[in-house]
């Protein structure tokens, strides 16, 4: 398997024709898509492109963004955006805002970022529908589509790049039931594939270079419809750690 | 960056010599290690090579081993295992026993498996000291090691591979205080690089091919003697996400 970071992208700008955009510079960086590619594609471009990009100036915070923009130290229009794509807070804990977005991510911020965009009063949204996002890429590219976030941990430090959107990928590898070859069954192994490949993805493209997008070639994975990153998260009833 | 998974690793058994055999896995698949190539390999290949392996016939359950075991109905003599290894049980649920092992690692079981172990009673427990058993590794392999499990996360399904131990490869890749092309500068970003080459590489070994090591060659990372994966590990007080 083979990842690599894809040079060349342009500045990306509400209306870009994304595909268009990412094929052209995959082109540039020397490959060609296959069908059995798999392009990770950040969040931030993603969104970009889908004008989810917010003016601090244009938001008039409420009396509760102030409130906890104070707790914070954030600027209380900030946190009115952060608040308008959250379901829920989940921790507020120093300068660090914790909170579930209406698509069920739990990350800082409800993945309003400032970073990467042009315009310094300027932050992106997270896709409203990165599934969707990433279905329509993979149809317009022919190849797998994994739509990426930055993402903290429980338990340990450091931060992982994790899907939030994916096209034609699976989600997971499922080995449950297979044996090893001592003839044991596998009973709970079902690897967060689409998760193993964006932490990855991840690491090749930095975040420092202007590389919103890798390629991801010689994995072995099956085309379906029936993927999604909505799919990988945890219902809190169902969550063995909580 | 290419990650591949290394073929030809014989059985492996309490007194094999690992490096040597991995270094010989390498070449028969057709690599010779390189000083910045990394080298992922499986908590149970280590195990078994240091021989960290009990079998439930050697053990008799205390009375509380018996009492967890019948709530999570398994064996009483792995459930005594499994808390030998533990620090403290961090959650009963179901047929699920999560524990805090006394490396502070937070895993189903206490990271006891009996998956790919031969012998049917056989169960093998987590690296005493798995950062030092990855230092000798790389010394003696004379490249990066990781050495990976494979755990749940909160919040989202499926299981990922993540690092155990570290030799010579840095645990993070460090962007903070860096701009970004538009000059805003990085404030929070600390990728987890490990436990991202450890998902990608737990990715290309599978689960069931007997293929316990992984390539990772192209990643670009400076050698340091300042590296662990207990540097990872977030104590509770400060987590932002508990």
Known sequence: ?????????????????????????????GWNLQPRDILAVTQ???????????????????????????????DPR???????????????????????????????????DESNVEGAESVTLLPKDPDRSARILARELGCGVIITDTFGRVWRDGLLDAAIGIGRVPAFLDFRGQTD????????????????????????????AGTPAALIRGFDWEATDDTS??????????????
Do not use: W
């Not at 471009?45 to 963004?65: C, H, N, T």
């Not at 955006?81 to 921790?91: A, C, G, P, Q, W």
């Not at 990153?229 to 909580?242: G, H, I, Q, S």
């Open 181 to 208: 070859p001592y003839g044991h069954r596998l009973r709970v192994t079902l690897l967060a594939a689409a998760d193993a490949l964006s932490a990855a993805a991840g690491l090749a493209m930095g975040k420092t």
């Open 78 to 112: 900030l946190v009115e955006i952060i608040l308008r794509e959250s379901r829920r807070i989940v921790r507020l804990r120093g300068e660090v805002l914790i909170c579930e977005t209406h698509h069920g991510f739990i990350c800082a911020n409800a993945g309003v």
């Open 44 to 74: 931030k471009a993603v969104s970009k492109a889908e004008g989810r990009i917010s003016r601090l100036g244009d938001v008039v915070p409420s009396a509760y963004s102030v409130s906890i923009a104070r707790r914070v130290s954030k």
């Open 1 to 29: 398997m083979q990842i690599v970071a894809v040079q060349h992208v342009p500045e990306i700008r509400p209306g870009t024709n994304l595909s268009e955009c990412l094929r052209e510079a995959v082109h540039r960086s």
């Open 229 to 242: 990153a909505a799919a990988m998260l945890r219902p809190a009833e169902r969550d063995l750690f909580l």
